[in-house]
């Protein structure tokens, strides 16, 4: 007996190895063609994010001078030599609503904190920057923060001349340069056109730490949480040297860039985000001049700058 097949029944043809290979081929090209789209949109997400702490920072600037009358300094200075004054960022924390965290800090009287070393590890997710490196996230003992204070800039005879093989000169003409007491009153170039807050990647020091002194008077003053402004946004470390301390030092680079000097800049493309002292923010371009990059770092330069 033969069997024979309804006649609407059809053989299903399968895919060739050919026309497999062509799919996925096209499926391979599509997602290439999409995943630049994907990665910029991550990044533009991080970007505005970073934006928005470096806001709440500025802001809390402003909060920190409606209650003293002045902004917080770029990092107490501790009354003994060779000992660490706390960072501007600790001095904000109330305002960023985190007291309890101040507390467990403990600012002394002599400008330093009595559970420093304990609480290193708890820097505020707001200080870190989304876009930062990841090998310097996560819960580490130690954290750098990704904003750092405005200090000044170079300016012949407005600072501290002082050695110059660790740390360097110490300039005194910007917002939060250490032991500052700067009110809005002193910021003659005016407050929308003066730099308060910026990014920065070369960072090895915790989020706690603001500076450390030593001589009568002093001969050294290394400030590790507020630069003065030195060298371009995004400063290619091979053209312009590393700190001095670096180690290990990459394959033919130099050991140039003192402490005070090392530059701001970001893993944005193109620039960084920088907070200014009328709490606004603004996203600054690599290619800025440098005159007008320092000119805004400086609170009474006479600067007139856009």
């Known amino acids: 007996m033969t069997l024979r097949m309804a006649p609407w029944v059809r053989h299903r043809r399968a895919f060739t190895l050919v026309e497999l290979l062509v799919v996925i081929a096209i499926i391979a090209v599509l997602i290439a063609l999409l995943l630049p789209a994907v990665q910029a949109a991550r990044e533009a997400a991080r970007r505005m994010s970073c934006s928005n702490q470096v806001k709440q920072q500025a802001l809390a600037l402003q909060s920190y001078h409606a209650q003293h009358q002045r902004f917080c300094p770029g990092s107490n200075r501790h009354t003994l030599p060779n000992q660490t004054g706390i960072s501007w960022r600790v001095l904000l924390l109330p305002m960023l609503e985190e007291p309890s965290l101040y507390d467990r800090i403990g600012p002394t009287s002599n400008g330093g904190a009595s559970n420093m070393i304990e609480t290193q590890g708890e820097m505020p997710d707001l200080f870190r920057c989304p876009s930062s490196d990841p090998s310097t996230s996560g819960a ?56 308060a807050i910026g990014e920065r990647t070369y960072n090895f020091r915790t989020w706690l730490t603001g500076s450390t002194w030593a001589g009568a008077p002093p001969t050294k003053y290394c400030s590790e949480a507020a630069n003065q ?36 800049g970001s893993y944005h493309f193109g620039g960084a985000q920088f907070g200014y002292a009328d709490g606004s923010v603004h996203f600054l371009s690599e290619d800025i001049d440098q005159t007008v990059f320092e000119g805004l770092a400086t609170i009474d330069g006479g600067e007139v700058t856009e």
């Open 229 to 264: 402004i030195a060298f371009p946004i995004n400063a290619d470390n091979m053209t312009y040297g590393y700190f001095v301390g670096h180690n290990p030092l990459p394959a033919g680079g130099q050991r140039k860039m003192l402490l005070n000097d090392l530059p701001f």
């Open 140 to 195: 580490t003992v130690l954290q750098s923060s990704s904003y750092w204070g405005i200090a000044g800039a170079r300016r012949e005879g407005q600072g501290l001349a002082l050695e110059k093989a660790t740390c360097g000169d110490l300039h005194l003409n910007g917002l939060l340069f250490p032991g500052s007491k700067v009110s809005t009153a002193k910021v003659v170039d005016g407050t929308s056109k003066t730099l």
